[in-house]
Antibody, heavy 117, light 106 residues
Framework: EVQLVESGGGLVQPGGSLRLSCAASGFTFGHYWMSWVRQAPGKGLEWVAN????????YYVDSVKGRLTISRDNAKNSLYLQMSSLRAEDTAVYYC??????????WGQGTLVTVSS | QSVLTQPPSVSAAPGQKVTISCSGSSSSIGNNYVSWYQQFPGTAPKLLIY???KRPSGIPDRFSGSKSGTSATLGITGLQTGDEADYYC???????FGTGTKVSVL
């Protein structure tokens, strides 16, 4: 069974940093593209970033370029999102998701990031 | 950033059918696969439809997807109270999600 478990969320001040993690199990992690998708409170879904199976290709939504960095460690079956220069508008639940057949096929339970002073 | 437009809400009585539209453009829906997601409050989204009209294992055939031109549609037949949730479409071009639709069972 595919399992994705996010961690690392919390309260951070504007301009601060945070590192999210996603632990994967139940599948060969290094064979799949992975994404981060976020959802602000009461709002819709927004794709944030994704990364190729070997970690060499990374793509971001324009609003986070230069501030959020996606990475992975296939030996540890883990996906990461390094967040810096955080803004109030980054407040959201962050989900990691496995990409299959041009869709987000499996999702974690999410971790809440709150940017506030 | 392109936008996929969905109706804010749809509703029907139990056992009836609802359809949710997802309107885009030639560069979004027109040239890309569409997927659909179901989300209950406080939980993660769940994949319902991929590649326009395919259902993952375990998704009942009450849920169906279609695409025509620059629009896509999710259909739910035999509506149940357990179907009350938010539904989102998405295309793979820049991975854009729709605005979301709340389904209510009257």
């Amino acid at each position: 069974e595919v399992q994705l478990v996010e961690s690392g969320g919390g309260l951070v001040q504007p301009g601060g940093s945070l590192r999210l993690s996603c632990a994967a199990s139940g599948f060969t992690f290094g064979h799949y593209w992975m994404s981060w998708v976020r959802q602000a409170p009461g709002k819709g879904l927004e794709w944030v970033a994704n990364i190729s199976p070997d970690g060499n290709d990374k793509y971001y939504v324009d609003s986070v370029k230069g501030r959020l960095t996606i990475s992975r460690d296939n030996a540890k079956n883990s996906l990461y999102l390094q967040m810096s220069s955080l803004r109030a508008e980054d407040t959201a639940v962050y989900y990691c998701a496995r990409e299959v057949a041009w869709s987000f096929e499996s999702w974690g339970q999410g971790t809440l990031v709150t940017v506030s002073s | 950033q392109s936008v996929l437009t969905q109706p804010p809400s749809v509703s029907a009585a139990p056992g009836q059918k609802v359809t949710i539209s997802c309107s885009g453009s030639s560069s979004s829906i027109g040239n890309n696969y569409v997927s659909w997601y179901q989300q209950f409050p406080g939980t993660a989204p769940k994949l319902l439809i991929y590649e326009n009209d395919k259902r993952p294992s375990g998704i009942p055939d009450r849920f169906s997807g279609s695409k025509s031109g620059t629009s896509a549609t999710l259909g739910i037949t035999g509506l149940q109270t357990g179907d009350e949730a938010d539904y989102y479409c998405a295309t793979w071009d820049r991975k854009v999600f729709g605005t979301g639709t709340k389904v209510s069972v009257l």
